[in-house]
């Protein structure tokens, strides 16, 4: 075991186990799934809710903005406030919160409840990522992380794939009540697995506002955030509006473009596990990887993707890329600050969801004031600035 290996053995000032929890991986992950079908599940029901309670479907957006941006806050505040509560107690509470926020949203009389029950969501999504990110070094043998880490992430290439879909179906031919009825449901089964399989989880370093200060003079966590900020919010800012650029610039008809992006997230749950698997040989070179292909897959629309096979090409590229995108940060994450997991990884996923919000918001504002290539172009100059950042990090400084 390397020296690095070692320390990583210990975050949190534990030992890692000595046998593997795969059952306990498995409910996280299905923690993970429900979490991120929560957080976008509105995006394809924003027309029937408000029609049903009577706004706008710029304001029925705000379902999707508000929890992602109090997720980003939770996520570094949610550790600072729990100080030494045992994990194991935290999760089964801010899923049993999700349960409880996803039943007042079914229920919702107003517009202004329903949002507020998204606030409870973000709390949910915040704190629960960031808790969960970091469980892998405390759940599996050393050797079997980085793996453990791509099935707790395969969560979330899941609920691209499955739970927005076939919740936006439900909501289709039920009504959107009972799609957030039904997310309240399968988060309370979630919530019996954790209680069933999760072992007790002591925190025996409580995140403090000093320990999350001090993450930013670790120059791995820093290359780590910069890379996770440039890459999300370029990736945000044009996959936001994939949809419109498979149809204007690569020809591809409408009936299409939902079985496209259905095959995007395919790409991307594999590019996850393909990821996890080469991140256990070279963690540094395996995100240099992932940063180098979504630099070129997203610009090389301008000149590739004017045909319906070369857009196709590329997009099932672009996910197969991005589909490493978290698995590969994470573990750079736990490999920068080994003795410091939690407190790093909840800034990694306060960056993460901040710049989701941030990205479809310049995606916006850039297809509004110049034109839908401008995002393709901005999302490469991005993921061309988080691969020099990658690159240019000295070798003692970078996971390997």
């Not at 429900?34 to 049903?52: H, M, R």
């Not at 970091?134 to 290439?157: D, M």
């Not at 009936?255 to 963690?283: D, H, K, Q, T």
Request: with cysteine; glycine share 10%.
């Amino acid at each position: 075991m390397t020296p690095t290996e070692q320390a990583t053995a210990q975050a949190t000032g534990r030992q890692a186990p000595h046998r593997n929890r795969w059952p306990a991986v498995t409910a996280v992950a299905l923690g993970t799934f429900l979490l991120v079908t929560a957080e976008q599940l509105p995006i394809g029901l924003l027309t029937d809710v408000g029609s049903a309670l009577s706004v706008s479907e710029g304001t029925a957006g705000l379902m999707v903005t508000v929890p992602s941006l109090v997720a980003a806050v939770s996520a570094p505040l949610v550790p600072v406030l729990v100080g030494r509560m045992n994990r194991r107690f935290l999760l089964l509470g801010l899923m049993g919160l999700m349960t409880l926020a996803n039943a007042a949203s079914a229920l919702a009389p107003s517009f202004a409840v329903l949002v507020s029950s998204r606030i409870l969501v973000g709390v949910a999504i915040g704190g629960f990522w960031a808790v969960a990110s970091s469980l892998a070094v405390r759940l599996v043998t050393t050797a079997n992380v980085p793996r453990a880490t791509a099935i707790i992430f395969g969560g979330v290439g899941a609920a691209n794939v499955f739970g927005v879909p076939i919740g936006t179906l439900l909501g289709g031919f039920s009504g959107w009540r009972i799609a957030f009825a039904a997310l309240s449901a399968l988060a309370l089964i979630a919530l019996l697995a954790l209680l069933a399989v999760l072992p007790p989880l002591a925190a025996s370093r409580p995140v403090r506002p000093r320990l999350l200060a001090e993450q930013f003079r670790n120059p791995g966590v820093r290359v780590g955030i910069l890379a996770t900020f440039l890459i999300v919010t370029g990736h945000f800012s044009a996959y936001t509006f994939i949809s419109p650029a498979l149809q204007k610039l690569s020809g591809i008809d409408e009936r299409l473009v939902g079985p496209l992006l259905f095959a995007f997230g395919l790409a991307g749950m594999a590019g996850n596990f393909i990821a996890g698997a080469a991140l256990a040989r070279n963690p540094h070179r395996t995100v240099l990887v992932i940063t180098v292909t979504l630099a070129a897959a997203m610009p090389l629309y301008l000149l590739l993707g004017s045909t319906p096979v070369g857009g196709a090409a590329l997009l099932i590229t672009w996910g197969l890329a991005y589909g490493g995108v978290s698995v590969g940060l994470q573990t750079w994450m736990i490999k920068s600050a080994p003795h410091a997991v939690e407190a790093a990884s909840s800034l990694w996923v306060a960056v993460f969801n901040l710049s989701i919000g941030l990205g479809a918001l310049a995606g916006g504002v850039i297809v509004d004031s110049l034109t839908l290539q401008a995002v393709l172009g901005l999302g490469g100059a991005c993921a061309l600035a988080a691969a020099l950042a990658v690159r240019s990090a000295r070798a003692n400084e970078n996971p390997r």
